[in-house]
């Protein structure tokens, strides 16, 4: 069975893969593909978002057991992956909302930002997952 850490994890991968299908669908000008990309990847986000908060609920906090110099790297892609993931919420639903109300001027300018940070923000969210549950597992993850 795949642990609620998975889960986010697979959330997160899925999110990107929308993304950047979202994003090969808008750059051959399939509008219409490209807004069922976008709507699932918001979808799926918002899931992840809920099984994340109710996780880390149930959970609490998960220490990082890496030493030595990946500790820097570690915490150096966790904050800028915290920080865009609190920033980039307002943004994907005022980037939704310009779309929604069909003002695509004002939707192309900010979705070239909202774009590259959601997406980086979905992996980077993988990542964080395979440096904290798989390579540099806790004491109290490891299965016997």
Request: glycine share 4%.
């Amino acid at each position: 069975m795949i642990s609620h850490a998975a889960l986010n994890a697979s959330l997160n991968a899925v999110s990107a893969i929308l993304l950047a299908g979202g994003y090969a669908a808008i750059r051959s000008g399939k509008i219409a593909v490209h807004k069922m990309f976008m709507i699932a990847a918001f979808t799926v986000s918002s899931v992840f978002l809920v099984s994340y908060l109710v996780y880390h609920y149930r959970v609490g906090h998960v220490p990082f057991a890496g030493q030595g110099w990946i500790r820097p790297v570690y915490f150096v892609l966790l904050l800028t992956h915290t920080i865009l993931a609190i920033v980039i919420v307002p943004m994907i639903i005022v980037t939704l909302r310009r779309a929604w109300l069909e003002r695509f001027d004002r939707h192309r300018i900010i979705a070239r930002w909202t774009l590259p940070l959601w997406f980086y923000v979905s992996v980077t969210g993988v990542i964080v997952y395979l440096m904290v549950y798989q390579i540099y597992r806790p004491a109290q993850f490891t299965r016997f």
